[in-house]
């Protein structure tokens, strides 16, 4: 089983009903999937097709699954894109994989993420779901940085059974997310 799991078996799931006064371990908030997604546009132009392929050869390297290309919803004229045109990218992981893709994203890609400060810990959206940005799919191991003719950024969404932000919060800052802390925002302003 993978490695997070059983952190969070063995190690989390009794610090959080110690926490929050939870008697049933199955009431303990707990992960339930991540969505991966790539916005990628410019691959709506006919002569940039071939954008779409490398990006999603890329994500099926990151997460090890094959991404669902997602099409555009309305036509756009401004943007040049017509209703059905590829505009993106998704993939949903859940159960071994999500904590696997989770293990990698906070021990090995993350502290690869050039001046990084730490994630913001007020990027919940109020029913426990933590959604944040990466810039390239460079900072993965996984990508060969000579096959990377576009770099691509991704909006990572952590699913959560939690009721609030706070359950949400200590659930992955227990299982290792690199939160930034508050008296350094804080000292920063004054």
């Known amino acids: ?94 159960g071994r994989r999500m904590y696997e893709f989770l293990d990698r994203l906070i021990t090995l890609a993350i502290p690869r993420i050039r001046d990084f400060r730490g994630l913001d810990p007020n990027a919940f959206d109020g029913r426990g779901n933590y959604t944040f940005g990466v810039s390239e799919q460079l900072i993965f191991p996984e990508v060969d940085p000579d096959d990377v003719h576009y770099t691509q950024g991704m909006h990572i969404t952590l699913v959560t059974t939690a009721k609030t932000d706070d359950e949400a919060r200590e659930l992955l800052r227990l299982l290792g997310m690199p939160f930034r802390r508050e008296s350094a925002r804080v000292a920063r302003a004054g």
């Not at 999937?33 to 546009?41: F, H």
């Not at 132009?45 to 071939?50: A, G």
């Open 1 to 94: 089983m993978a490695r997070l799991y059983e952190k969070y078996k063995n190690e989390v799931v009794p610090q959080l009903q110690e926490k929050f006064g939870i008697k049933n371990r199955l009431a303990v908030p707990r992960l339930v999937k991540i969505v991966v997604n790539m916005g990628v546009g410019r691959a709506a132009q006919p002569k940039e097709r071939h954008i779409l392929e490398e990006v999603s050869r890329h994500l099926a390297l990151i997460t090890g699954q094959k991404p669902l290309v997602t099409k555009a919803r309305k036509s756009v004229s401004g943007f040049r894109i017509r209703r059905g045109f590829p505009v993106g990218l998704k993939v949903t992981l859940r």
